[in-house]
C-alpha cells in the first residue's frame, strides 16, 4: 500500500518505520537536537542517562526510518536530522487531520438532520 503525497509516496512498511521512531520520547528528542544542528554519537550520548551503545542504537532506528543520517567527520560520526523526511511527516499528518475533520463534518450533518430539538424540522418526517 501506498501513502499519499505526504511522504514522497512512501510504502506503508516505511511510514510505519518513521512513526515507530517518533513513538520514543528520546528519539524524538535527537531528531529535535540534530535538526537544530549536526551532533556527534558522543555529543548526544552525553545528553542522556543511558550508554553510549544505547544512544547508538536510537540514531540507527532514526536512520533506518530516514529521520536523521550519520556522516563520518574524522573520527567522529555527525548525526543530521532530514528536514525532508519530517515535513514529509507534518504533510502527511495534516493530511489524516483533514480525513477526521471531514468525517466529523460528516457525523455532525447526520445528527443535525435527527436532531429532535430543532423546531424548524418535523420528527414525525
Given at each position: 500500500?501506498?501513502?499519499?503525497?505526504?511522504?514522497?509516496?512512501?510504502?506503508?512498511?516505511?511510514?510505519?518505520?518513521?512513526?515507530?521512531?517518533?513513538?520514543?520520547?528520546?528519539?524524538?528528542?535527537?531528531?529535535?537536537?540534530?535538526?537544530?544542528?549536526?551532533?556527534?554519537?558522543?555529543?548526544?550520548?552525553?545528553?542522556?542517562?543511558?550508554?553510549?551503545?544505547?544512544?547508538?542504537?536510537?540514531?540507527?532506528?532514526?536512520?533506518?526510518?530516514?529521520?536523521v543520517a550519520k556522516e563520518r567527520r574524522g573520527r567522529?560520526?555527525?548525526?543530521?536530522?532530514?528536514r525532508e523526511t519530517v515535513a514529509g511527516v507534518r504533510s502527511l499528518?495534516?493530511?489524516?487531520?483533514?480525513?477526521?475533520?471531514?468525517?466529523?463534518?460528516?457525523?455532525?450533518?447526520?445528527?443535525?438532520?435527527?436532531?429532535?430539538?430543532?423546531?424548524?424540522?418535523?420528527?414525525?418526517?
Amino acid at each position: 500500500m501506498v501513502v499519499h503525497e505526504g511522504l514522497a509516496q512512501l510504502s506503508q512498511d516505511e511510514v510505519d518505520r518513521i512513526f515507530h521512531a517518533l513513538a520514543d520520547a528520546t528519539r524524538r528528542d535527537i531528531v529535535a537536537r540534530v535538526l537544530d544542528k549536526p551532533h556527534s554519537v558522543s555529543q548526544l550520548a552525553d545528553q542522556y542517562a543511558m550508554s553510549f551503545a544505547a544512544v547508538q542504537k536510537h540514531v540507527a532506528v532514526l536512520e533506518r526510518a530516514g529521520l536523521v543520517a550519520k556522516e563520518r567527520r574524522g573520527r567522529e560520526q555527525l548525526v543530521r536530522g532530514s528536514r525532508e523526511t519530517v515535513a514529509g511527516v507534518r504533510s502527511l499528518l495534516e493530511e489524516y487531520e483533514q480525513i477526521w475533520r471531514q468525517r466529523a463534518a460528516a457525523m455532525e450533518a447526520i445528527l443535525a438532520e435527527d436532531d429532535p430539538s430543532d423546531p424548524g424540522k418535523d420528527s414525525r418526517t
